[in-house]
């Protein structure tokens, strides 16, 4: 009990600073949002602190099935594409939850399981990785 974490991975796409899409793979590890180039990890791209984040939201787009959302990071916003809205929705929510756990550092935080879907993968597992951030 208290021992486990809400985790989501999977592939999203990212809009570049140029206006181009690009296929990272995606993981939630303690109170980072960290993404890589491909799902193999070699390569670690970022490691958003998500207590440190400011927005994170649904954005509405022209296309059906939308799977657009934000995230705010100091003067940066990163548009990331899900599959589907439903994933989207998935997405902003476990981040939400991560975000403002109030916990008191590792390895436990409090949070709600999530379903899977078709998009992400999901899972409850103990944190990888855990700092200072993360207590409150």
């Known amino acids: 009990m208290g ?4 985790h989501i991975h999977g592939y999203l796409h990212k809009l570049t600073k140029e206006g181009s899409w690009q296929k990272r793979w995606f993981e939630t590890n303690g109170c980072f949002l960290t993404y890589y180039k491909s799902k193999r990890m070699t390569k670690l791209l970022a490691a958003l602190s998500l207590p440190q984040v400011g927005e994170i939201k649904l954005v509405e787009s022209d ?3 939308s799977g657009l959302f934000s995230i705010t990071l100091h003067q940066r916003t990163y548009l990331l594409k899900a599959p589907t809205k439903a994933d989207a929705e998935r997405w902003v929510q476990t981040l939400l939850v991560l975000k403002n756990s109030p916990n008191e550092g590792p390895p436990s935080v409090s949070a709600q399981k999530v379903p899977p879907s078709e998009g992400a993968d999901w899972q409850k597992s ?10 409150r």
């Open 3 to 6: 021992e486990e974490i809400v």
């Open 63 to 65: 296309e059906p099935d």
């Open 126 to 135: 103990r944190p990888k990785i855990c700092c200072c951030c993360c207590k």
